[in-house]
């Protein structure tokens, strides 16, 4: 079973950029069979995938185009974990942060294991 | 982007009672349901429209296809009173999700 451990501050000062870390067990963050993922909850923008990282013979990324410019999420092998940075961030970047194991294919982005959530809030 | 739209947006209805909620897409696509309770992830419980994630409880059912899909809680237990939210996938993203249909304790 696929365990999923968030770390990361819950508060952020504008305009500073938001970190958190994504702690995998039950699994390899090199895993062909799998993609990890970041998707944020907010009551304004309700729940929205953020973007992924997956590895299949090299490491591949994508995000949304709406944090497209200020996202990055990296795998680290050695800690077996996953990271968002989120960049230059404002108060309509407060939200619950998740993070999720996705499949393969199709499948891809079914998330059937979650991280607890982080509430980061964005506040001077 | 993929347009989830679900109704209703709450349910108010009393345990034992069946539950149906909506949803329907900007375009044909492949469809999953989450369950949300407070304070906890989405949960996922149905992929493929009709397929039961594994662990979820039989009375746990969807249907649909194309742009129209259901999901339906045959007899509502005490655990099942939370946010239901669909969501579109495949191997191309953005991916997005309905904005939820809360069923709650009438």
């Known amino acids: 079973q696929v365990h999923l451990q968030q770390s990361g501050p819950g508060l952020v000062k504008p305009s500073q950029t938001l970190s958190l870390t994504c702690a995998i067990s039950?699994?390899?963050?090199?895993?062909?069979?799998?993609?990890w993922n970041w998707i944020r909850q907010s009551p304004s923008r309700g729940l929205e995938w953020l973007g992924r990282t997956y590895y299949r013979s090299k490491w591949y990324t994508d995000s949304a185009l709406s944090v497209k410019s200020r996202i990055t999420v990296n795998a680290d092998t050695s800690k077996n974990q996953f990271s968002l940075q989120l960049s230059s961030v404002t108060p309509e970047d407060t939200a619950v942060y998740f993070c999720a194991r996705g499949g393969r294919g199709t499948t891809v982005s079914l998330f059937n294991s979650w991280g607890q959530g982080t509430l980061v809030t964005v506040s001077s | 982007e993929i347009v989830l739209t679900q109704s209703p947006g709450t349910l108010s209805l009393s345990p034992g009672e069946r539950a149906t909620l909506s949803c329907r897409a900007s375009q044909n696509i492949n469809l999953a349901w989450y369950q949300q309770k407070p304070g906890q992830a989405p949960r996922l419980l149905i992929y493929g429209a009709s397929n039961r994630a594994t662990g979820i409880p039989d009375r746990f059912s969807g249907s649909g296809s194309g742009t129209d899909f259901t999901l339906t809680i045959s007899r509502l237990e005490p655990e099942d009173f939370a946010v239901y939210y669909c969501q579109h996938y495949g191997d191309t993203p953005p991916w997005t999700f309905g904005q939820g249909t809360k069923v709650e304790s009438k």
């Open positions: 039950g699994d390899s963050v090199s895993s062909n069979n799998a993609a």
